[in-house]
């Protein structure tokens, strides 16, 4: 398997995107409590089926030049990123 940049394959770039996103979001949290540490007007969430599949990019990418952001960040909680992705894949997720 042939991996992009923006695959997560050591600890230091994992615990610097895990930072940001606990900056944003409550990692502890579940569904349906909100995760998020701020009010937002607009939040989603969806199924990862859904969000893993073909169609869902274009709709991403759409969703980031409305917003005028240049990247875009999904993370997957559930299952663990270390304890079971690092482990099994050899890149965190």
Do not use: C
């Amino acid at each position: 398997m042939s991996l992009s940049p923006y695959h997560l394959l050591t600890e230091s770039s994992f615990e610097q995107q895990r930072d940001g996103l606990q900056s944003i979001l409550d990692t502890r949290r579940r569904l349906p409590e909100v995760p998020f540490l701020q009010r937002w007007m607009v939040r989603g969430f969806d199924e990862f089926d859904w969000v893993m599949g073909a169609n869902f990019w274009p709709i991403a990418q759409e969703l980031g030049r409305t917003a005028g952001d240049s990247e875009i960040l999904i993370a997957v909680l559930d299952p663990d990123p270390v304890d079971y992705h690092k482990s099994t894949f050899g890149y965190y997720n």
